[in-house]
Every structure is written in C-alpha cells, then in structure tokens.
C-alpha cells in the first residue's frame, strides 16, 4: 500500500529539512500537533480485513448478504453456487449475466440466501452479528474478550450451551450504492478511509474503477485498536437546500420595440467585451501555478493530516521534473538511501519531491519550470511522493496544478 511506503526515520529526515528550510523549529515527536509528516492520524486510524467467505463465497450480515468472486467467474456461475436468479443478481449490480467478474469482485445480493455454517465452510453459524445482539457473558473461550474489544474484523465465538452453534460477531459495514460522477476517491474520501483499502475490500481493479449503481462495502475502521464502522459520509454540497422558486409567467411579456440602428450597435458592442474580458489578473494568478513534475495516474491524494501531498505512480526511469522556478534549497538521503528534493519558490512556497533517484541538481543550483530534476526509481516503488508547502505548513497541490 503506498501509504505504508515512507517508513518514519525517513519522514523525521524530511521534516528536519523542511523546517529548516523555512527557518522554523520543529517537535521531533512526529505526533506531537505539527501540521507536517505527521504519523498520528495513521497510528489511530487502520483499516480492518475484509471477512473470509465461506466456500460459497458468501458473506453473510444481519442486514444484507454479499458474494465474492473466484477467479473465472460470471455472473451467472457466483448465481448457480450461491443458490439465486442469475438475471436478478445481474440486473442488481448493474452487470449482464455473463459479465466477467475479477477475483475478490463483491456482488450485493437482492434477496437473502442460505446462511453460512460450517457445512459451507464457515467458521460459524448465521450471519455476523454485531457484538450487542450476542450475550458474550455467557460463552467461554478466548474469543470473548477479542470480540468485546472488537480487536478483530470477526471474531467466532463459541456456543453458549452444547448443542447450539457457533456464532461470528463483528460490526456490520457501511454499504454505499455508487451514483453518476462519483469516483473510488471520492467516495473513500467521504467516509475517511483510504482508497487502497476501499479498493482491496470490494476487488476493484488496479485502475480503482467502479461503475453506477454498483454495491460497495466501506471498509471497517480500526480506531485505537477498536474496530468500527465508517463514519456517515459527509453530506454533499447542496444537499438539502431549497429549490428557488421559477419567476411566474402567469403574466404576458411587455411588447417588444424594435431598437434603432445606434442601440443595436450599443449592444453589439457590449457583447464583444462580454466575449473578450480582461484576463490579466487571472493571468498572473495562473503563472504563480505549478506544473505536474510528472504524467502518472494519482494512487494517493492529498487529504490533510493524513497524507501531506499527494503519490504519482510511473514507470521506473521517468523523469521528475521541477513543478515551478526556483532553487534547490536541499538535497537529503534518507535511511532507504532514497532522495528528498526541496525546491524553493516565490512567495515562501516549497515543493518537495520524495522517492527520487539519478539526481541531476546540486543544492544551490536554479532550476527552470519544466526541467528534469530526477527519475522514478525502479523495482516496487515506481512512484513519486510530491508536497507543496507554505512554510511549514502542507497545502493540496491539486490548487496549484492545472
């Protein structure tokens, strides 16, 4: 997961350079309240496993039921083995029925099929109920105090008495239906969880694509070692106002006078300025923008304090190249023996490039917009952590970029 990349003596060595760069001091204790590398949100927020199937592929909640994919699978062969309609689990998940599925592709079930035991391969029986609908007190294991604290996704809790099944408690997931316009990143954003996770619970593609309509489950979250469910996701802009009011047209519009020669000539006039406004004040704000220092698919965005820029994955040798003119203010190696470049900019602005190799500038050299700094490394680590910075504190570099 590129979050789990940048180990925490490299992100101590990038911080002592940034702050003394801008010329500020630091807390060394990376979860000590400095807006910069911070490991604290990280340390408090972990995103649980995804529950194991049964044979069958089922995962079986008291609200809704869901089937994992093998590797080969269509629509129509998860419906055979789950025992459902292949036309209405298609035409619920927004797919045809022989629609080619990847492995660990979550489906939504429309109705309720049998529930999982340890006939199909399951570690307990019924569905995973949360930890309040089971009187833990009165089983025995050391299970119990696992489910308790909820340390786990799922715990199996012995029976009560012999003869009774096995029962599986953990907290049942959020489940969001995917509407028009929204992303993977969108929508993990919403419920503060990262991407990959989002990606890994529901067998997404490496392109983290979803589709309209489709059912996703959001991945339960490890808070202080409590696992938890997703918080709500934020409400969205314009949700719940008021629709204005139309303008009543109960009333004729006023006759229409035809307009002299000099009015027309007027208006003409007026809508050439309309068509060419003076753009020299947003000019100059676009110049003081950024360029991407590299053309690749973003797998990490920025979200503040948990992520201080954002990671551009790349083939191994591409080149980075400076975001904007400027100086190299520094040049460190980490204890990975991997880069970190500052560049420093007008108006206290610093961009910061992490994971860098075959360096092409020396500190104190001025670099030009556009000029190759360095490259991606190779082997598993093709990508590119880039930060823009006020001084010390981290912005979204997707303002800057165009």
């Not at 003394?20 to 400095?34: I, N």
């Not at 408090?44 to 069958?56: E, F, V």
């Not at 592929?57 to 629509?75: C, E, K, L």
């Not at 420093?344 to 001025?366: M, R």
Request: proline share 8%; charged share 20%; hydrophobic share 40%.
């Amino acid at each position: 997961m590129t979050g789990q990349r940048r180990n925490p003596s490299r992100l101590l060595a990038a911080t002592c350079l940034v702050a003394l760069v801008a010329g500020c001091t630091f807390d060394s204790d990376l979860r000590g309240g400095l807006d910069a590398f911070s490991t604290a949100d990280a340390a408090r927020s972990a995103s649980a496993p995804r529950p194991q199937p049964d044979n069958r592929g089922i995962i079986s909640y008291p609200n809704y039921q869901v089937a994992v994919a093998r590797r080969d699978d269509r629509v129509a062969n998860v419906a055979q083995r789950v025992g459902t309609d292949p036309a209405a689990l298609a035409r619920y998940n927004g797919l045809e029925v022989d629609s080619l599925l990847r492995e660990g592709e979550v489906l939504a079930l429309p109705s309720r099929v049998a529930e999982p035991s340890p006939a199909t391969g399951a570690a307990g029986t019924g569905p995973i109920l949360a930890p309040g609908q089971v009187d833990i007190t009165t089983m025995a294991g050391s299970a119990i105090d696992r489910a308790a604290g909820n340390q786990v996704a799922v715990a199996t809790l012995p029976p009560a008495a012999p003869g009774e099944p096995s029962r599986q408690v953990g907290n049942e997931p959020v489940r969001h239906q995917v509407q028009r316009g929204e992303t993977a990143y969108t929508i993990a954003r919403a419920y503060g969880v990262s991407v990959r996770a989002l990606s890994d619970w529901n067998g997404l593609d490496s392109q983290f694509t979803i589709r309209e309509g489709q059912f996703l489950l959001i991945p339960l979250v490890a808070e202080n070692g409590q696992v938890s469910a997703a918080p709500a996701p934020t409400e969205p802009p314009g949700a719940g106002s008021a629709t204005p009011v139309p303008p009543s047209a109960s009333q004729p519009l006023p006759q229409e006078q035809p307009l002299s020669q000099a009015e027309a000539q007027a208006q003409a006039n007026e809508a050439k300025q309309e068509l060419a406004p003076d753009l020299s004040s947003e000019q100059a704000q676009v110049s003081t923008r950024f360029d991407y220092p590299l053309r690749g698919r973003i797998i990490r965005e920025y979200e503040k304090g948990r992520s201080d820029g954002i990671d551009l994955a790349a083939d191994p040798g591409t080149a980075v190249k400076a975001a904007g003119a400027g100086s190299v203010a520094a040049i460190i190696e980490d204890t990975d023996s991997r880069a970190v470049i500052v560049i420093k900019h007008d108006d206290s602005l610093l961009t910061l490039y992490s994971n860098v190799s075959a360096i092409t500038v020396a500190k104190g050299d001025a670099v030009s917009r556009g000029q190759k700094i360095a490259q991606v490394p190779g082997g598993n680590d093709a990508y590119l952590h880039f930060e823009v910075r006020r001084g010390l504190e981290t912005v979204n570099p997707m303002d800057f970029l165009p």
